[in-house]
């Protein structure tokens, strides 16, 4: 059906554009062949004066033009709008003929301009129409600037500029609706592709097809089949994908932020949502990975693999420099008088309980990590690896003495029971 389309779209371009080139060559007038016409006196328009210098003709106070040049080039001076402003229009392209209504503007418009483009095809007219003051279509076909001042469609194909200053840079049936909007709107913008729909105050559709920005500062870069419907909502791209929320982000494949201030992010597979306001969410499922560190060559970071639910650090030994040995008893007896306790972070509920040290006594108390205000995964998996290795050889050493303690007292037992004997 797309294909179709644009097959259809194309060949509408084509045979235009032969219209409009047959059209050009057609110029009907009088004079003299290969000379150009000279004054031979001033002469009086209305109340301009017209006057010959050598080769220049030179216009003296206003002149209203107002006629057609071949049916292409229409120019409506000596206009006033309803505010008593006067000004002129100017229609250029397909003029129309017997079968087909040529390029035109509304009644009461003034300051339009069409540059260009409009026809027919087959039984179908398809001519460029300014229905709004100050308007402007730059050329293509079936394309309207109107219903709000300044708007403008750039070219393109059945194309809608119908906001106060909105703009449709081109493609195929969008709409610029809202105030600034770019296709759209007022201040509005459709930056092309097809059936896009910019319909609130600044609000952008840059591109791709289907796509709608329906509120107030409301974006879709591009993609296909998607909205943002929220205030300052914004669908990065991908495939029906939605921005709900005031100042939410959605991009990828079936990805839906909901909620206020949320970022969702969404690979290839499957549907991706948020729960809640301010959450950001993103599904990879071929895993994260975050570099923290600059170069090529580096790969300091930390991974979530494919499948996982915990995070696993950089710990390659050629990543890795300065090593020394731990003094894993010292280690131990510092773990040992390090306060633990139970508490809550402040920005969570009082129900919501933690264990753990404090950063500034981990921090006093090993001299690990980048501050005393953290506790990195690392340092903490470290201190407790080392503290264990020492309860391990700890533990070893008591076995050891206990068996010989038990070796001496099966022996004085042994000797014990002899003396019994002799007795």
């Given at each position: 059906?797309?294909?179709?389309?644009?097959?259809?779209?194309?060949?509408?371009?084509?045979?235009?554009?032969?219209?409009?080139?047959?059209?050009?060559?057609?110029?009907?007038?009088?004079?003299?062949?290969?000379?150009?016409?000279?004054?031979?006196?001033?002469?009086?328009?209305?109340?301009?004066?017209?006057?010959?210098?050598?080769?220049?003709?030179?216009?003296?106070?206003?002149?209203?033009?107002?006629?057609?040049?071949n049916n292409s080039l229409t120019l409506q001076g000596n206009l006033s709008d309803s505010n008593g402003d006067e000004s002129a229009n100017v229609i250029g392209g397909f003029g129309g003929n017997s079968t087909f209504l040529g390029n035109r503007v509304a009644s009461g418009v003034v300051g339009a301009t069409i540059a260009g483009g409009g026809g027919g095809l087959l039984s179908f007219a398809y001519p460029n129409v300014v229905s709004g003051t100050w308007g402007t279509v730059g050329g293509g076909a079936n394309n309207q600037a109107g219903g709000g001042n300044s708007s403008t469609v750039a070219g393109g194909f059945q194309n809608l500029a119908s906001g106060t200053?909105?703009?449709?840079?081109?493609?195929?049936?969008?709409?610029?609706?809202?105030?600034?909007?770019?296709?759209?709107?007022?201040?509005?913008?459709?930056?092309?592709?097809?059936?896009?729909?910019?319909?609130?105050?600044?609000?952008?559709?840059?591109?791709?097809?289907?796509?709608?920005?329906?509120?107030?500062?409301?974006?879709?870069?591009?993609?296909?089949?998607?909205?943002?419907?929220?205030?300052?909502?914004?669908?990065a791209g991908g495939q029906s994908s939605f921005a709900k929320g005031q100042y939410s982000f959605a991009a990828g494949y079936i990805v839906t932020a909901t909620s206020d201030g949320s970022f969702v992010w969404g690979d290839s597979t499957g549907v991706?949502?948020?729960?809640?306001?301010?959450?950001?969410?993103?599904?990879?499922?071929?895993?994260?990975?975050?570099?923290?560190?600059?170069?090529?060559?580096?790969?300091?970071?930390?991974?979530?693999?494919?499948?996982?639910?915990?995070?696993?650090?950089?710990?390659?030994?050629?990543?890795?420099a300065n090593i020394s040995a731990v003094d894993s008893q010292g280690l131990l007896a510092r773990l040992a008088a390090l306060p633990i306790a139970t508490w809550n972070y402040k920005a969570q509920p009082d129900s919501v309980r933690h264990v753990g040290p404090m950063a500034q006594d981990f921090h006093a108390a090993f001299g690990l990590g980048e501050d005393d205000?953290?506790?990195?995964?690392?340092?903490?998996?470290?201190?407790?690896?080392?503290?264990?290795?020492?309860?391990?050889?700890?533990?070893?050493?008591?076995?050891?003495?206990?068996?010989?303690?038990?070796r001496q007292i099966a022996e004085l037992r042994a000797r014990l029971a002899h003396l019994e004997q002799k007795q």
């Amino acid at each position: 059906m797309k294909e179709l389309q644009r097959l259809t779209i194309a060949l509408v371009a084509m045979i235009l554009g032969w219209a409009v080139a047959a059209q050009a060559q057609a110029v009907h007038g009088t004079g003299t062949t290969n000379t150009i016409p000279v004054w031979t006196s001033s002469s009086t328009i209305g109340n301009s004066l017209m006057t010959q210098s050598g080769g220049n003709v030179n216009v003296s106070a206003n002149l209203t033009l107002t006629g057609s040049i071949n049916n292409s080039l229409t120019l409506q001076g000596n206009l006033s709008d309803s505010n008593g402003d006067e000004s002129a229009n100017v229609i250029g392209g397909f003029g129309g003929n017997s079968t087909f209504l040529g390029n035109r503007v509304a009644s009461g418009v003034v300051g339009a301009t069409i540059a260009g483009g409009g026809g027919g095809l087959l039984s179908f007219a398809y001519p460029n129409v300014v229905s709004g003051t100050w308007g402007t279509v730059g050329g293509g076909a079936n394309n309207q600037a109107g219903g709000g001042n300044s708007s403008t469609v750039a070219g393109g194909f059945q194309n809608l500029a119908s906001g106060t200053a909105a703009t449709v840079g081109g493609g195929n049936q969008n709409t610029a609706s809202g105030l600034d909007a770019t296709v759209g709107g007022d201040g509005a913008t459709v930056g092309g592709g097809g059936n896009n729909t910019a319909s609130g105050l600044s609000a952008t559709v840059a591109g791709g097809a289907q796509n709608t920005a329906s509120l107030e500062g409301a974006t879709v870069c591009g993609g296909e089949n998607n909205q943002a419907t929220g205030k300052f909502a914004t669908v990065a791209g991908g495939q029906s994908s939605f921005a709900k929320g005031q100042y939410s982000f959605a991009a990828g494949y079936i990805v839906t932020a909901t909620s206020d201030g949320s970022f969702v992010w969404g690979d290839s597979t499957g549907v991706t949502f948020d729960t809640g306001p301010n959450q950001f969410v993103a599904r990879a499922s071929g895993g994260f990975t975050f570099y923290t560190a600059p170069g090529s060559g580096t790969q300091t970071g930390a991974t979530l693999a494919m499948g996982s639910g915990s995070w696993s650090s950089l710990s390659d030994r050629d990543a890795k420099a300065n090593i020394s040995a731990v003094d894993s008893q010292g280690l131990l007896a510092r773990l040992a008088a390090l306060p633990i306790a139970t508490w809550n972070y402040k920005a969570q509920p009082d129900s919501v309980r933690h264990v753990g040290p404090m950063a500034q006594d981990f921090h006093a108390a090993f001299g690990l990590g980048e501050d005393d205000k953290h506790i990195s995964t690392v340092d903490a998996e470290g201190v407790a690896l080392a503290a264990i290795q020492a309860l391990y050889q700890t533990v070893t050493e008591l076995k050891q003495d206990l068996g010989d303690k038990e070796r001496q007292i099966a022996e004085l037992r042994a000797r014990l029971a002899h003396l019994e004997q002799k007795q």
